[in-house]
């Protein structure tokens, strides 16, 4: 029987800032990651006899969004890296990158230019859940 | 007041970079100074020899040449002691080592170690100021133990 293997304890997501530092997201079990392209690939336009231009468009860039443990060493890291960006110089913002190795299906995504989108949202339950982190990156490069 | 830290600059890529490094807990220091004494003192005896008969320097120019001259000693004594340690024990003593440390970035303090992985990048390839701080996390953690003056003489330019 033909089968595929898929392990999430086998992707390697690593945060890094050159003023921070860098951050190994996976160690303490990553939550989910949800990374989605901002633009189209093609799209249509159309005339009104029905003639079709197909439009080749190119979109790297796109938003991801990192559920993480709170209180983790990842979620004491990724406000700190949210803390050093409000007070920090503006050509130092963007320089964040996150690395997602996938060693189980041989795929590398690495996200550059990665900013915070809007800071996490605050909620307190009896129990811990995931803290939310929606951040942009300004391209995304695929091996 | 006790000092539990130690601060330490290195330069990586030409940039300098400030180190703190934390005195280790007891449990912890012990079973560094075990691993010491089984490892490293051979080689520190046979460094004492080395520079033994050296006389004092005169001025600042000496001083700075018999600091060079001595770094490169130690260099070429890292490879004995690598060569007594198996791959095991080197890496869970240099994790071991650099869990004590951290380095200032214009965030803060980051720890160089976070678990057993690299929690800055600088430091990923580089094996010269991993083993200089391996060093200086011994010396400081050590130092007392194996009588200060002799190993802090081998680094003259670090004390002051």
Redesign the interface.
């Known amino acids: 029987m033909a089968f595929s293997v898929y392990s999430l304890a086998d992707v390697i997501t690593t945060f890094?800032?050159?003023?921070?530092?860098?951050?190994?997201i996976s160690?303490e079990g990553g939550g989910r990651i949800t990374i989605s392209y901002a633009g189209d690939m093609a799209s249509n336009t159309t005339t009104a006899t029905g003639y079709v231009v197909v439009n080749k468009l190119v979109a790297k860039n796109g938003s991801c969004s990192l559920e993480i443990p709170m209180n983790s060493?990842a979620d004491v890291f990724l406000r700190?890296?949210i803390?050093?960006l409000k007070g920090?110089a503006t050509k130092?913002f963007a320089l964040a990158s996150l690395t997602l190795n996938d060693s189980a299906a041989g795929r590398v995504l690495t996200l550059t230019g990665v900013v915070p989108q809007k800071e996490p949202d605050e909620g307190y339950d009896q129990q811990s859940g995931n803290r939310q982190y929606n951040l942009l990156f300004a391209e995304m490069t695929v091996k | 007041m006790r000092i539990t830290t130690k601060e330490v600059k290195h330069e990586i890529d030409g940039q300098e970079m400030t180190f703190q490094i934390k005195k280790m807990d007891a449990l912890r220091g012990s079973y560094l100074m075990k691993f010491c004494a089984e490892k490293f003192l051979p080689v520190f005896t046979k460094a004492q020899h080395m520079f033994n008969d050296e006389e004092a320097p005169k001025n600042e120019e000496e001083a700075k040449e018999l600091a060079r001259v001595r770094t490169e000693q130690i260099f070429t004594l890292i490879p004995e002691v690598l060569a007594s340690m198996t791959e095991e024990e080197l890496i869970s003593f240099e994790t071991r080592c650099l869990q004590t440390v951290e380095v200032l970035k214009p965030a803060g303090w980051q720890p160089v170690m976070v678990g057993n992985h690299f929690g800055v990048e600088e430091l990923e390839d580089d094996i010269k100021t991993v083993l200089i701080l391996c060093y200086e996390v011994v010396e400081f953690n050590m130092g007392s133990f194996f009588g200060g003056k002799n190993l802090a003489s081998l680094l003259p330019h670090k004390s002051t």
């Open positions: 890094s800032h050159p003023d921070v530092g860098k951050c190994i160690d060493n700190k890296w803390k050093f920090s130092r």
